[in-house]
């Protein structure tokens, strides 16, 4: 297993997505046994880097597939592929398994995943693959909106007031609503976001970047497109606003 993370189920188990087997795992953590385990594909990729969201009695994550010819077995950097999200209920069963529509690309050579959120009854998923966030059922995986951002996502995204606040691969922060999948508002920043996960703080959305920077950004100018000293560059052009979605 690589880079795995844990998850306290808060029922006397911890749960994992690991890599070398790919899979996903409930443990006892007093003594470290295997309670059950599900298996994916040997080309498949991307669970050791993805945390996993649980909503109290299905965890979510999602994972890349190659597209064939397969290549490289467990080490699928730099080939195409499509971007699947699951359900496995805590017993270990499967609820649900699809491929995302519109979202394909060339596997990053590290941090193949994007975090996933609960949020008021939604699972939301961003992409490493696409400048894709997708928004999906929890009960059946399906399809609820897609919405297009300007790079990749590989972090994690915070939500408050129905509003969905993340940061993509091209320096921008934007604020997506919940229900509906459009763009509220977005800033242009010049900082290099790779997996650091924002989170909401005194009305600000906290992030770290890859250059070193930390940066608190209102979340009143993110929602309006508003320049924030040091921290912004300039807002997008409105008809670039109008045209994003898919």
């Not at 999602?62 to 805590?90: D, E, N, T």
Request: aromatic content about 8%; some cysteine; glycine content about 10%.
């Amino acid at each position: 297993m690589s880079m795995s993370q844990i998850l306290d189920g808060a029922d006397g188990r911890i749960y994992l997505a690991a890599s070398y087997p790919n899979g996903v795992f409930a443990l006892d953590p007093t003594n470290g046994t295997v309670l059950w385990r599900h298996l994916f594909a040997t080309y498949d990729g991307a669970f050791s880097d993805c945390p996993l969201a649980f909503d109290g009695k299905t965890l979510y994550a999602m994972y890349v597939r190659q597209i064939r010819p397969m290549q490289l077995a467990f080490r699928p950097y730099l080939r195409p592929a499509v971007q699947h999200v699951y359900a496995i209920a805590k017993n270990g069963t499967v609820r649900w398994d699809i491929k995302l529509p519109n979202v394909r690309g060339i596997i990053p050579a590290k941090n193949e995943a994007a975090i996933p959120l609960i949020y008021a009854g939604t699972l939301y998923v961003g992409s490493g693959l696409a400048p894709v966030l997708t928004a999906l059922d929890p009960g059946t995986g399906k399809v609820r909106w897609q919405a297009r951002l300007r790079g990749i996502m590989q972090s994690g995204m915070s939500a408050v007031n129905g509003v969905i606040y993340l940061a993509d691969s091209a320096g921008y922060l934007w604020a997506i609503d919940a229900r509906t999948g459009l763009t509220i508002g977005s800033v242009k920043t010049d900082m290099r976001v790779n997996v650091a996960s924002p989170i909401i703080l005194n009305e600000s959305l906290v992030i770290g970047s890859r250059n070193g920077v930390v940066a608190a950004v209102p979340l009143r100018a993110i929602r309006e497109s508003l320049q924030v000293a040091g921290v912004t560059a300039a807002p997008p052009d409105l008809r670039e606003l109008l045209l994003l979605g898919i």
